[in-house]
C-alpha cells in the first residue's frame, strides 16, 4: 500500500484549515449558523473529516498489517504479539488502540490482504489485494467496506481462478467509491455467488436446514420473536411486510394533506418505523388466520432477478429484490408455483429484458421495471425498498416531460419532495443515475451517483480454476 507521510501530513493542513474555518461552538453567530457561509463552511469541515478518517485508517491498516505480519503463527515465542503477552495481533491492537477486538482483527485482515509480500527467495510480490490496496491510500473506500470486499472473495477463492478473483476485485473497488457499506456488501456477495454458483444449491440447502423460529418471554411480559430465514423466505416476508408499510405511509401522507387543508392539524400518528413493522408483520398473521379458505391466490410479489440462461437452463444464482444472500436459480424457478413471483430476466449487460407480463409505462408493472432497474429509491445511500417509492419524472410532467419508463426514476416520498422542494438535478449515464445537488448544498456541485450498483453479466462471467 503506497502512502507516504508526506500525503498524511497534506491531509492532515488541509483537515486543520477547514476546522480552523468552521467557527465551530461560537455563541456570536446564534441563529445565523444557517447562513450561507457559515453551512459551507460547516459541510467543507465534514468532508474534511471524512478524508481526513480515511488517511487515518490507511495508517492504521498499515500498521495493522506490519504487526500482524510480524506476529505470525509460525514464529512462535518471538511473535511480536506473543513477546507483549497476547495470544494474537488483534488483541494487543485492541488494547493499545482501545477498540473491540473485533475491529482489530478486520483491521489485522485488510492490512495483511493488502501488503507487498515476500516470496521465499526474499523477492517482493504484490499484495494479495493490490487493487483495493491502491483503492485504500486513495481513500476511495473505507475499512469496513474493504474488509467486505476480502471477506467474500476469499469465500470465492478455493473455487475460482486466481484471474477470475483479481479481475473480480478490480470490478468492486471501481464500484464501490459512493456506496454505504451495506451496498458494497450486498455487492461483493452478488459477486462472490458468481464466482462460486456451483455452490449456489449447497448454500440453499444449508439454508434451509438452519431455519428455526424461536418465541422468547421478555421480563415485562413481552415477546420476543427470533425467527432465522432462508433468503426465499426473508423475501416473501419482507415483501409483504413493506407493502403494509408503504401503504400505511401513503394513507398518512395523504391524511396529512387532507386534514391540514381542513383545520390545519395534521395526523398525530407517530409510530417509528419499527413499530409500523411490527403492526404490519401483525395484520399478515391476522389475515392468514381470518382467512379460512384454502388455495386463494397470493398477494405478496417477490420479485427475482437472474439472466435468461439461467432461466433456460436452472444453473447459477438468482438474487431477490431486497435480500442480498443469492439463492439458487433451480430454487427460483422452484418458488414461481407458490408465490406471486415475478421473474426479471436480466440480458448481458444487467438491462431487462423481459418483467413477465406487458403493461402501459408507469403502471405497477412498469414500476417493477423501475425498481429493478434502481432497486429501489434511487436517491445516494437511501435504503428503502421499490415498495415505499413513487415514480419521478426525470424531465418534470409541468416542463413537458413525458410518462415513459426512459423518463421515469423511483424515489421515495421524502426524497420525491425533496428533489422538486430543493431543485436537485437528476442526470442517467449508462443507466445510472447521478443526482447533482443544490449549490447550497454542494458549490461545486459535485454529481453524486446513485440507484443500486449494477454489475454487468458479461463482466462476471469469469472462468473457473
Not at 422468547?216 to 420476543?224: K, L, N, S, V
Not at 407480463?357 to 435504503?383: N, V
Request: aromatic residues 4%; glycine residues 8%; negative net charge.
Amino acid at each position: 500500500m503506497r502512502f507516504s507521510p508526506e500525503a498524511f501530513l497534506e491531509q492532515a493542513t488541509t483537515f486543520a484549515e477547514a476546522w480552523a474555518g468552521a467557527s465551530l461552538d461560537d455563541p456570536e453567530h446564534g441563529d445565523d449558523r444557517v447562513k450561507s457561509d457559515d453551512r459551507e463552511q460547516l459541510l467543507g469541515l465534514v468532508a474534511a473529516v471524512g478524508a481526513m478518517q480515511r488517511s487515518i485508517d490507511v495508517v492504521r491498516v498499515q500498521v495493522a498489517g506490519e504487526v500482524a505480519q510480524r506476529s505470525a503463527p509460525h514464529l512462535g515465542a518471538e511473535s511480536m504479539a506473543r513477546r507483549a503477552g497476547h495470544s494474537r495481533p488483534s488483541s494487543l491492537l485492541a488494547e493499545l488502540w482501545q477498540i473491540s477486538v473485533t475491529e482489530a482483527a478486520r483491521l489485522c485482515d485488510v492490512g495483511i490482504a493488502t501488503r507487498d509480500r515476500r516470496a521465499v527467495d526474499g523477492s517482493t510480490l504484490p499484495a494479495r489485494y493490490p487493487t483495493l490496496s491502491d483503492g485504500l491510500a486513495a481513500g476511495l473506500l473505507g475499512v469496513e467496506a474493504a474488509a467486505t470486499i476480502v471477506r467474500e472473495l476469499e469465500q470465492a477463492a478455493p473455487l475460482c481462478s486466481t484471474e477470475a478473483r483479481l479481475a473480480s476485485e478490480r470490478v468492486l473497488v471501481e464500484h464501490a467509491p459512493g456506496l454505504s457499506v451495506r451496498q458494497v456488501q450486498g455487492l461483493a456477495r452478488q459477486v462472490r455467488d458468481r464466482l462460486d454458483e456451483d455452490g449456489a444449491e449447497p448454500r440453499d440447502l444449508i439454508h434451509r436446514q438452519r431455519r428455526s423460529l424461536t418465541l422468547i418471554t421478555q421480563p415485562d411480559g413481552m415477546t420476543r420473536l427470533l425467527w432465522i430465514m432462508s433468503p426465499e423466505t426473508a423475501g416473501l416476508v419482507r415483501a409483504g411486510v413493506d407493502a403494509l408499510v408503504a401503504e400505511q405511509l401513503r394513507r398518512k401522507r395523504d391524511s396529512d394533506v387532507a386534514r391540514l387543508a381542513a383545520d390545519g392539524m395534521a395526523d398525530l400518528d407517530d409510530r417509528t418505523m419499527p413499530q409500523r413493522r411490527s403492526d404490519a408483520a401483525e395484520d399478515l398473521f391476522t389475515r392468514a388466520l381470518g382467512c379460512g379458505c384454502e388455495g386463494s391466490g397470493p398477494t405478496t410479489t417477490m420479485v427475482v432477478r437472474m439472466t435468461l440462461d439461467q432461466l433456460i437452463d436452472g444453473l447459477g444464482t438468482a438474487h431477490i429484490d431486497g435480500i442480498d444472500a443469492g439463492i439458487s436459480a433451480t430454487t427460483a424457478r422452484m418458488l414461481a408455483a407458490d408465490a406471486n413471483l415475478i421473474p426479471v430476466v436480466l440480458g448481458a449487460e444487467g438491462e431487462v429484458l423481459d418483467l413477465g407480463r406487458t403493461r402501459r409505462l408507469f403502471t405497477p408493472a412498469q414500476r417493477q421495471a423501475l425498481a429493478e432497474m434502481y432497486g429501489g429509491c434511487a436517491f445516494p445511500t437511501c435504503g428503502h425498498p421499490p415498495s415505499y417509492t413513487e415514480a419521478h419524472h426525470l424531465r418534470w410532467w409541468s416542463n413537458g416531460g413525458t410518462t415513459d419508463l426512459a423518463n421515469g426514476i423511483p424515489l421515495c416520498s421524502f426524497h420525491h419532495h425533496h428533489i422538486h422542494d430543493d431543485q436537485w438535478e437528476i442526470v442517467v449515464r449508462n443507466r445510472v443515475p447521478y443526482f447533482v445537488p443544490p449549490p447550497w448544498v454542494d458549490p461545486d456541485r459535485a454529481p453524486r451517483r446513485g440507484g443500486k450498483a449494477v454489475l454487468a453479466m458479461s463482466v462476471l462471467a469469469m472462468s473457473g480454476p
